[in-house]
Nanobody, 115 residues
Framework: QVQLVESGGGLVQPGGSLRLSCAASGRFFSISGMGWYRQAPGKQRELVAVITSGGSTNYADAVKGRFTISRDNAKNTVYLQMNSLKPEDTAVYYC?????????WGQGTQVTVSS
């Protein structure tokens, strides 16, 4: 079982930046894909960005050019650098990790973009 702990959320003004972190711990051989998803009030959870163990990335169209996902395999940690934030980026952001034939979710961290 993998436990994921997110940090770095908060309140930021439009145009500002935040960096989310997600650290994995527990008993596992290796983590393959890691990613960030978000869920706004009244909406379904959606993919934000994912990264493979080899560093290949994929982004939602809404965040391309503004968000950057990265990972430190030695620390089993994934990051999400969010720049040029918009009010529509407001949501709870969840970390996800794949290992073996299963995966785990973090508890979520709130990101609010408002003036």
């Amino acid at each position: 079982q993998v436990q994921l702990v997110e940090s770095g959320g908060g309140l930021v003004q439009p145009g500002g930046s935040l960096r989310l972190s997600c650290a994995a711990s527990g008993r596992f051989f290796s983590i393959s894909g890691m990613g960030w998803y978000r869920q706004a009030p009244g909406k379904q959870r959606e993919l934000v960005a994912v990264i493979t163990s080899g560093g290949s990335t994929n982004y939602a169209d809404a965040v391309k050019g503004r968000f950057t996902i990265s990972r430190d395999n030695a620390k089993n940690t994934v990051y999400l650098q969010m720049n040029s934030l918009k009010p529509e980026d407001t949501a709870v952001y969840y970390c996800h990790a794949e290992y073996g034939l299963t995966g785990s979710w973090g508890q979520g961290t709130q990101v609010t973009v408002s003036s």
